[in-house]
């Protein structure tokens, strides 16, 4: 895989459920590094990489050797908890990943933006990580089936999970849903 040195392996479940992603933009929320974004770059999907701090997808921008040569990529510096109005129209990504974020205000927004038919690739914290580190706040963390309570209407369920992950050791929520149309 030609991801840039550092930004991490993409998460087994997104990758599991990437190729269910029909064609058209996908959205990394949150993007941190971009493992994710990039990995969906890899399999020639255009990505928006958004997040308060883009510095760690810079090198996307730039045409020096990057597998990616920003064609396919538009990086957005936002802050997902601050800024209004959401920078994005109803309908418009094929897909959306999302990983070791949450803010719940976002979920209705995250519903519209997906098309019909779009994807949405979510993993993150549950509560009972406390027992293994961050995050240990109760704002951060999903309560049980939070997930597809979020994303029950209008969508497809096609994969849940809940519970306890090792190496690193993390209790976690994940959810792989399908708008329909």
């Not at 920078?87 to 803010?103: A, E, H, K, M, R």
């Not at 993150?124 to 049980?144: A, C, H, Y």
């Not at 497809?156 to 149309?181: H, L, S, Y």
Request: glycine residues 8%.
């Amino acid at each position: 895989m030609n991801t840039k040195s550092g930004t991490g392996t993409p998460d087994p479940w997104v990758q599991k459920y990437s190729t269910l992603v029909p064609p058209g933009p996908v959205l990394d929320l949150a993007c941190g590094k971009g493992r994710h974004g990039r990995y969906f770059l890899e399999l020639g999907y255009p990505v928006t990489f958004i997040d308060k701090d883009i510095s760690g997808v810079a090198d996307l921008t730039t045409h020096n050797n990057s597998p990616h040569n920003n064609a396919n990529a538009l990086l957005i510096k936002y802050d997902l908890e601050k800024n209004n109005p959401w920078p994005f129209s109803p309908n418009q990504f094929s897909g959306i990943v999302i990983t070791n974020y949450l803010y719940r205000p976002l979920f209705p927004t995250l519903i519209t933006t997906i098309k019909p038919d779009g994807i949405i690739i979510y993993k993150t914290f549950t509560t009972g990580n406390e027992q293994f580190g961050r995050p240990t706040n109760p704002d951060f963390l999903l309560k049980e089936n939070e997930l597809r309570a979020a994303f029950n209407k209008q969508f497809q369920e096609i994969a849940f999970f809940q519970g306890r992950e090792m190496n690193p050791d993390r209790i976690t929520q994940a959810i792989c849903v399908q708008r329909v149309t």
